[in-house]
């Protein structure tokens, strides 16, 4: 049970909140198809995951894993793509926390724009992860359940007043064209999966490794696809097409926003926007504190200069690879388009789960 709530508090998060809207933009209505696809590439990395973590149950997850199998070169390719990814879909997070602060400030009057907002969040995380903040795990799991318990309840009520019309969410697969978006489409979404095998990097501190692994990885995915596909073909059944896109002709960021303004009116919107600013800014949280942890673990290994493992004396967190990967962060969000933000972060991500499945 503790293996499916952790790998689950992972991986909710921007592939809900941000993510559909430029997906639909890609596929039109058959977007959550793209989602089961991406599961199906998921499957086999995390199969190999947990089969990895049970027979070498440490921390440090994939790149030890690498690093233990093909040698110091390829450890060192698999810790940079994961550093990347890690860091790419913290930023990620952070372009959605900017889009859904954008909404309620509408409300609260004030005037920053969102690289403003994002590039501020990014400080200020930064200062806590410096500070070495222990509860951030035990601050996202309330945080995460109640993003759940929002969409899932959204969608009850979409279906119960009768709003949703499914028929909107069908996919388009005529073509061999129609098929190759669905294709990109799928490994576009594939970062919203990123978080189902981190739980393997903890795999020393669980008993009976050997059972619980695979078992609460491949329930956690099972019930994440479910979750993924049933939520954003009711956001194609309720929501409007030309809702999908802003007065530029641009696909929207905050489609949970959108969700909830159809469904329940303004009020149950800023609700939302609310809950998606807390899970945005707890996923950027739990992002740069993962990133950072491998450039300090190849430090370590002798892999990157010994510089990266230095150790605050009074936080006692490694700070020169925090502030790295937060300057790495900052470049990120002021120089990569949002679409190409998701496609960095889910390539690393396909390239790990490649390694993995060498590695068995």
């Not at 894993?65 to 790419?88: K, N, Q």
């Not at 050997?210 to 609460?216: D, E, F, S, V, Y």
């Not at 491949?218 to 009711?234: D, K």
Request: hydrophobic share 55%; proline share 4%; net charge negative.
């Amino acid at each position: 049970f503790s293996v499916v709530i952790i790998s689950l508090s992972a991986m909710i998060g921007s592939g809900l909140f941000v993510l559909p809207s430029l997906a639909y933009a890609m596929v039109g209505g058959g977007v959550w198809l793209a989602y089961v696809l991406a599961a199906l590439v998921v499957f086999p990395g995390a199969i190999s995951q947990s089969e990895l973590a049970s027979a070498m149950p440490t921390s440090g997850g994939s790149f030890v894993f690498i690093e233990r199998t093909f040698g110091p070169l390829f450890g060192t390719m698999a810790g940079l793509g994961l550093w990347a990814s890690f860091l790419l879909k913290a930023a990620f997070a952070l372009i959605g926390f900017s889009a859904y602060l954008m909404f309620v400030q509408e409300y609260l009057g004030t005037g920053i724009t969102g690289i403003q907002a994002a590039l501020s969040m990014l400080v200020l995380i930064t200062i806590i992860n410096f500070l070495g903040m222990k509860r951030i795990k035990s601050v996202q799991t309330p945080i995460v359940t109640l993003s759940i318990l929002m969409l899932v309840g959204l969608t009850v009520w979409a279906i119960a007043s009768g709003e949703a019309d499914y028929s909107k969410a069908r996919p388009v697969l005529g073509t061999t064209s129609d098929w190759t978006k669905m294709g990109e489409a799928a490994a576009f979404v594939l970062v919203s999966y990123a978080g189902v095998a981190k739980v393997a990097a903890i795999g020393g501190e669980i008993k009976d490794p050997g059972k619980n692994l695979p078992g609460g990885i491949m329930t956690s995915l099972a019930i994440g696809t479910v979750l993924y596909a049933a939520l954003v073909a009711t956001m194609v059944a309720v929501i409007p097409h030309e809702a999908f896109f802003d007065s530029h002709g641009h696909a929207i960021e905050d489609p949970v926003r959108a969700f909830a303004e159809v469904v329940g009116g303004s009020n149950v919107a800023i609700f939302a926007a609310v809950v998606a600013i807390l899970t945005m800014t707890s996923m950027s949280l739990a992002g740069i504190l993962a990133a950072s942890r491998y450039l300090f673990a190849m430090s370590r290994d002798n892999l990157l200069p010994d510089l990266l493992e230095d150790v605050h004396p009074r936080f006692e967190t490694p700070h020169i690879a925090i502030a790295i990967t937060a300057l790495g962060m900052a470049i990120a969000l002021l120089t990569i388009d949002v679409h190409q933000v998701a496609k960095y972060a889910s390539g690393f991500q396909i390239m790990v789960y490649i390694l993995m499945c060498l590695s068995v």
